[in-house]
């Protein structure tokens, strides 16, 4: 073999020397990062997760049906408030109606019987026409009532 020989063996030997020691530092770098990756997905216990998925779950589900019902409280306070202000005020207002209905009616009544008979009828029959049976009741009786007196 001659020198030449020798000099080309020496640097296949010096390049393979350098490629295994690069692909061992490749092998070492690869093999730290799997060691990483599985103490770092040991963090993430699948059974676990589910188990914090499913609370969050189950917390939402309360959350939601602690605001439905305090819905359904609230509407049902404003509902008897608007129900108990509404009798007060149609009370109040069936009171103060019926004292105008009958303050109207006393005046009409006097009206009517200050007027002569035919006239009286004719007003009747025009104007008052849903409260004629009425109105012609009324009159009699106080009709009657002086009479009497």
């Given at each position: 073999?001659?020198e030449?020989?020798l000099i080309i063996i020496?640097?296949?030997?010096?390049v393979?020397s350098?490629v295994?020691?690069?692909?061992?530092a490749?092998?070492?770098k690869t093999?730290?990062?799997?060691?990483?990756?599985?103490?770092?997905m040991?963090?993430f216990?699948i059974?676990k997760?589910k188990?914090?998925?499913?609370?969050q779950e189950?917390?939402?589900?309360l959350?939601?049906?602690h605001l439905?019902s305090s819905e359904?409280k609230l509407?049902?306070?404003?509902?008897?408030?608007?129900?108990?202000?509404?009798e007060?005020?149609?009370k109040?207002y069936m009171e103060?109606?019926?004292k105008?209905?009958i303050?109207l009616?006393?005046?009409?009544i006097?009206v009517?019987l200050?007027?002569?008979?035919?006239e009286?009828e004719?007003?009747?029959d025009?104007?008052?026409?849903?409260?004629?049976?009425?109105?012609?009741e009324?009159?009699?009786s106080?009709?009657?009532?002086?009479?009497n007196?």
């Amino acid at each position: 073999m001659n020198e030449l020989t020798l000099i080309i063996i020496g640097i296949n030997i010096l390049v393979y020397s350098v490629v295994t020691l690069i692909q061992r530092a490749q092998i070492k770098k690869t093999k730290e990062i799997n060691d990483s990756m599985k103490d770092y997905m040991e963090i993430f216990d699948i059974n676990k997760v589910k188990e914090y998925v499913r609370m969050q779950e189950e917390t939402i589900g309360l959350k939601a049906i602690h605001l439905i019902s305090s819905e359904i409280k609230l509407n049902k306070t404003i509902q008897d408030t608007v129900d108990k202000t509404h009798e007060l005020a149609h009370k109040e207002y069936m009171e103060m109606l019926g004292k105008k209905h009958i303050e109207l009616r006393d005046f009409t009544i006097k009206v009517l019987l200050a007027l002569p008979e035919s006239e009286v009828e004719n007003i009747l029959d025009k104007y008052l026409i849903e409260n004629k049976s009425l109105l012609k009741e009324l009159i009699s009786s106080v009709k009657k009532n002086t009479n009497n007196n």
